[in-house]
């Protein structure tokens, strides 16, 4: 970072005096008080090129969460409980708006992060040796959960069994994609919108290494024994890969087949019983595999006269991609509990279901609106013959709906009519509810609803106050209690008897965006997004 702030010092300084020396280009002139403005009171903590230091990457595609009113009251307010300091004081109203705007364009050219930047990021903040092969507290470490607490950046450990937060640290900015677990549920992987990726300790409480993998990243997925990771970043258009001390292993340039197309990493998925990696890519009609076992055949490319005596031409199968090709783009995944399948749909919603072993779509998917397949869940329906029949359940970002599918025909089974869009749908193998939000929708984000899985109707709706979202359930291991997100940055998690849907208790909470229970995440629960 210390080489790209001393290139803008420059730069900024440049036009600077370009400016003063010709006083007649208004426009010129403005933007150098801008770059001036950014240099003195930014830079420092967001990088003189804009790509995050101490403070978050000030791009926009990073801040496309923040909207410009709010980012106007923070950079002149300041946000509390962080290191960002309010500039009411040393910058006018109409300084702050440019420098709002400015921050909101895009970089030319855009910025560049290559493997040595990856390299020279890597942070080891404590040595391996010398934590704890135990935990170090006394709650079950399986019924634990992380809260990410997107308010002031946060991130808290609840203990499962009391319901009571027993450690609370400091997380990058803008978590984004959940926590993934490995080892065991020991060690954990979080990912940030600007690239950062942290291995944390679970048991030991600690935050071990940290390495900035990419400018804008989508999401982290890790192996079960934690030594792989991979990261998809929009920003570069790569998708990175690092072994468990997030040691940069290689990258990959997401690029069609033919390398002539570059594609955003839509999102990267454990397969845990392929061994491998699941990307999709948002710009290219392909989906990746990334074998992380090395005992898996090399991947053919080009013409093969003969595959059984490997006469053509092959790469290794380790760390590189197979890839399906398809009509389709797909933008977001759900995987059958074996993983030999995958249903998808485009940001447009075309759904379709592609088959990882012949690699090719076997069938389309009727879905409306925008699905959001990530937070599918599934479990067992009986039909009204009796027949015992695995269901999938997805939200929709568009249509007031939760869409019920059967995962051996594709057909749809039914429509359940919601408040609104939705992003969350929750449940457990040992409940008979799912939980589903309205948070996409201004009048009814503080509903609720609540669907029973065997009738496939909504029996109850739990409402918060009106104005503020509630939203995203997360059960305890056993499945008695589910925890919702008072999704605000005075809110709370709010548990709920899960039998009789009654609350609980509140724990005052910062705008607590996710929560994920260590059990329900290693085992892939059913009613758990993977």
Known sequence: MIRHSILFAGLALAAVGAATATQAHAAD??????????????????????LGGMGPALLPDNLARLRKPEALKVVAEGRT???????????????????????????????????????????????????SDTPVFDADPMNLFLV?????????????????????????FALHGGPKFAANGRYVFFGSRDGWITKFDLWNLKVVAEVRAGINTRNVAASPDGKHVAVANYLPNSL???????????????????GKHSSRVSAVYDATPRQSFIAALK???????????????????????????????????????????????????????????????????????????????IANLPLDGMPHLGSGITWEWIDTSGKARTVMASTNLKAGEVTVIDMKTWEVIKRIATRGP????????NSRYAFVDSMMSPQAKHILQVIDKQTLEVVREITGEPGKTLAHIEFTRDGRYALASLWEDDGAVIVYDARTLEEVKRLPMRKPVGKYNVWNKITREEGTSH
């Open 148 to 172: 990410v607490e997107g308010g002031d950046h946060h991130v808290s450990v609840l203990d499962g069994d009391k319901l009571e937060p027993i450690h609370r640290f400091q997380s990058r």
């Open 240 to 258: 990175v890969l690092l072994d468990g001390d997030l040691n940069l292993v290689k990258t990959l340039a997401a690029t069609d087949r033919d």
């Open 81 to 131: 409980a962080t290191q960002m300091a309010g500039f009411a004081a040393q910058l006018s109203k109409d300084e702050i708006a440019a420098l709002v705007d400015w921050i909101y364009s895009p970089v030319e050219p855009p910025p560049r992060w290559t493997d040595e930047d990856i390299r020279a990021s890597r942070i080891q903040h404590v040595d391996p040796a010398t934590l």
């Open 283 to 361: 710009d290219v009609p392909e989906v990746w595999e990334i074998s992380y076992t090395k005992a898996v055949e090399d991947i053919p490319t080009g013409f093969i006269h003969d595959y059984a005596q490997k006469e053509g031409s092959f790469i290794p199968g380790y760390l590189n991609p197979r890839r399906t090709i398809l009509d389709e783009v797909l933008d977001d995944f759900f995987f059958t509990q074996d993983y030999a399948e995958l249903m998808g749909a485009s940001r447009e919603g075309v759904g379709q279901v592609v088959n990882l072993d012949i690699r090719r779509k």
């Open 29 to 50: 002139d403005g933007v150098a008080k801008v770059a001036a403005n950014y240099a003195q009171h930014c830079a420092s903590c967001h990088a003189a090129d804009r």
């Open 422 to 429: 939705g992003f969350f749908l929750r449940s457990h193998a």
